[in-house]
């Protein structure tokens, strides 16, 4: 089976953990996620099979929509609610919070978080600064695209306590670190109690398998969970199995532009018979003309029925020659 799952992760197990469904609705072990989600983190997991695995990674450099929970007056190591406090500061104001939120819109450099999945050295960072050894990391360049509070929690005195924001960012950007970042800049200090994925590129939580398995996200629902530092997840792993199986979907042309690819369709049952067996590659396979604008152009190919059988890419660019790159043989 090669296909693409929507995945609503729970909070409170792992991201690999919540492959174990998948892996016994379609009875394989080939299966990657494309993008790993906290543990404390819950929702959209965009889950590849198959032959399908192959377009993992690029799928991983999705856009990402996020709801984050940012508890003010203390930050903690791994910027998340499961570390140990490293900084405090007062809380903010409401007014001094908006200001800032809406000042982290656009382009920016981010410090990424030591305790993340970022490899150094060939070992994931986190290992190494649990292991004692100082671990710097490059800053990188990522862009925030819209920022919205949708509530807060304020004090007697007027300080803000929590708020809960909702992110539209680019691959690569770490909501911990913008809940440090904002913090920061609100003159107190800040971490992560809560985190939700919502979005990648075109996939949406709400289509996803397990969504209405999934607790609410809201302040006094994290602060909960916060305090315990233990989660309940409802999910039922059979009711899952079959919704996966149900909600499976193909790969299409949209997510395939989405992935930067260019659109060929075959013209006809003979095109895709050749196509399918590697047969030498003719223009005449194809209902579009080709055309070639980069050495690293990529063209996803599709049958007349709009199924995914393959990819194709530039074997040498002054020619103009395409070679196959990925043949999906079977209908």
């Known amino acids: 089976m090669d296909k693409i799952v929507l995945l609503a992760k729970q909070p409170g197990i792992t991201s690999f953990t919540s492959l174990y469904n998948v892996k016994r609705a379609f009875n394989t072990t080939k299966v ?5 989600l906290d543990n404390f983190a819950q929702g959209l997991l965009v889950v590849c099979t198959g032959r399908l695995t192959k377009l993992a990674g690029n799928i991983i450099e999705f856009d990402k929509s996020y709801k984050a929970v940012l508890r003010f007056g203390c930050e903690t190591d791994t910027l998340d609610y499961e570390g140990n406090v490293v900084k405090t500061g007062p809380l903010p104001d409401e007014e001094t919070v908006r200001k800032v939120v809406a000042s982290f819109v656009g382009e920016q450099v981010q ?13 994931r960072a986190s290992e190494l600064v649990r292991k004692g050894v100082e671990v710097q990391l490059p800053a990188r360049k990522i862009c925030v ?19 809960l924001v909702d992110f539209s960012v680019s691959k690569g950007t770490y909501i911990r670190c913008l809940a440090r970042d904002i913090g920061e ?7 992560l109690i809560g985190l939700y994925r919502t979005r990648v590129g075109n996939f949406d939580i709400k289509d996803a398998a397990g969504f209405e398995s999934l607790p609410s996200f809201d302040i006094e629902t994290c ?5 315990k530092k233990t989660i309940n997840t409802k999910a039922d792993d059979e009711s899952i199995k079959k919704e996966i199986i149900e909600k499976a979907r193909d790969f299409d042309e949209e997510t395939a532009l989405q992935c930067g690819f260019k659109i060929l369709n075959l013209k006809d049952e003979k095109s895709e018979e050749d196509f399918r067996f590697g047969r030498p590659l003719h223009k005449s396979f ?39 790159k990925m043949v999906i043989q079977d209908k």
């Open 32 to 36: 990657g996620h494309t993008g790993t």
């Open 111 to 123: 410090m990424p978080p030591v305790f993340s999945a970022i490899h150094v050295d060939g070992k």
């Open 145 to 163: 695209y819209s920022a919205d509070i949708l509530d807060m929690k304020i004090d007697s005195n007027g300080g803000v306590q929590a708020c």
């Open 185 to 191: 800049a609100c003159g107190s200090a800040a971490h």
């Open 223 to 227: 602060q909960t969970f916060a305090e």
């Open 286 to 324: 194809f209902t579009q003309n080709v055309q070639i604008d980069s050495p690293n152009d990529i063209f996803a190919i599709f049958t007349p029925a709009k199924l995914f059988c393959g990819l194709l890419n530039c074997k040498n660019y002054a020619s103009h020659h395409l070679g196959y």
